[in-house]
């Protein structure tokens, strides 16, 4: 069975900063994009940004320039610094590894910015 568990919410100020870990296993780590999503109260998941095998990345239009994704094949691990943050964030975040014939999910980690 896949495993991908998260890491690194919690409470934070707005203008402070998060970095979320994922840590994946039991998969073929470099055949699967990788992404983060989230979801707050009453609103569907979202993307907020993704990574391929070969790095490129994709970002929500409201993270942009604020977040950034990365991955480490060798260790499987993808992880979202969040800078910048802003009480609008606060969702319950969640990792995803995709490829086109199976999708994984994460737990969940919650993230919380105070105004």
């Known amino acids: 069975q896949v495993l991908l568990v998260e890491s690194g919410g919690g409470l934070v100020q707005a203008g402070g900063s998060l970095r979320l870990s994922c840590a994946a296993s039991?998969?073929?780590?470099?055949?699967?994009?990788m992404g983060w999503y989230r979801q707050a109260p009453g609103k569907q998941r979202e993307l907020v940004a993704s990574?391929?095998?070969?790095?490129?990345?994709n970002y929500a239009d409201s993270v942009k320039g604020r977040f950034t994704i990365s991955r480490d094949n060798v260790k499987k691990t993808v992880s979202l610094q969040m800078n910048g943050l802003k009480p609008e964030d606060t969702a319950v975040y969640y990792c995803?590894?995709?490829?086109?014939?199976?999708?994984?999910w994460g737990q969940g980690t919650q993230v919380t910015v105070s105004s």
């Open positions: 039991r998969i073929v780590f470099t055949l699967y994009e």
């Open positions: 990574i391929n095998g070969g790095r490129s990345t």
């Open positions: 995803n590894a995709k490829r086109p014939t199976s999708e994984y």
